[in-house]
């Protein structure tokens, strides 16, 4: 399937046919990685880093390609097929691992990621859900907006009849400077649909969650 890249957006999405219900997924976010190197040699000279110093020569493109990779998801294929046995109970992942990065300050934050959903029509693909999550991870970000992020994609990509997503993650930003709040996590989370509205479906998503409802 054809990738337009033309636009600047963080995500490209083509919709398939009705007979091949794939939804090809493929970031393209903009970097350019030899300004970026040229960047990070000026800012590790500006924090006063001996450039000359065959040791850390390299380290300006090694920045640069490590932050390209915590900003780049992968490619994906939403894979769905019909719900012909109508499963109508919880699908959820737990123990999702994500790395992000803290839009103010261009730190990491890693955590896990509990997704679930209440399948309508269609079901998914188990892996994806994680992929969902790193779509939304791989871009500068705040906790709070990823969460919500996941939990409406799948809403608008899959519509479930319900969607639940727990986020708890430590920031390195809080946890290594500033309060030095070791160990502190930060968990946000996501409902929609009937995962929000019937308590007990809200109940039963934030226990298998890991959270008490
Ligand atoms: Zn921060």
Avoid at 13 to 22: G, N, S, V
Avoid at 94 to 104: A, D, G, K, L, M
Avoid at 107 to 121: C, I, K, M, N, W
Wanted: contains cysteine.
């Amino acid at each position: 399937m054809s990738v337009d890249n033309s636009e600047r957006t963080q995500s490209l999405i083509h919709l398939a046919p009705p007979h091949r219900p794939d939804l090809r997924v493929a970031p393209r976010p903009r970097i350019d990685l030899g300004r970026a190197e040229a960047a990070a040699r000026d800012l590790l000279d500006a924090l006063g880093l001996d450039l000359d110093d065959a040791t850390v020569a390299d380290t300006p493109g090694r920045m640069a390609r490590a932050f390209s990779e915590l900003l780049t998801p992968r490619d994906f294929t939403l894979t769905t097929f019909p719900n012909d046995e109508g499963y109508d109970e919880l699908v959820i992942a737990r123990q999702i691992p994500f790395t992000s990065v803290c839009e103010h300050h261009m730190l990491p934050f890693t955590g896990v990621a509990a997704v679930g959903y209440l399948p309508g029509a269609r079901i998914l693909g188990l892996s994806k859900l994680a992929r969902v999550v790193e779509l939304f991870a791989r871009r500068p970000q705040v906790q709070e907006r990823l969460t919500t992020q996941v939990a409406r994609w799948l809403d608008s990509h899959l519509s479930p009849r319900g969607v639940g997503v727990v986020m708890e993650a430590e920031h390195s930003c809080m946890t290594l400077r500033g309060v030095e709040a070791h160990g502190a996590t930060t968990v946000t989370s996501a409902l929609l649909g009937a995962v929000r509205s019937d308590p007990l479906t809200r109940g039963e998503f934030l226990s298998l969650a890991g959270r008490r409802g």
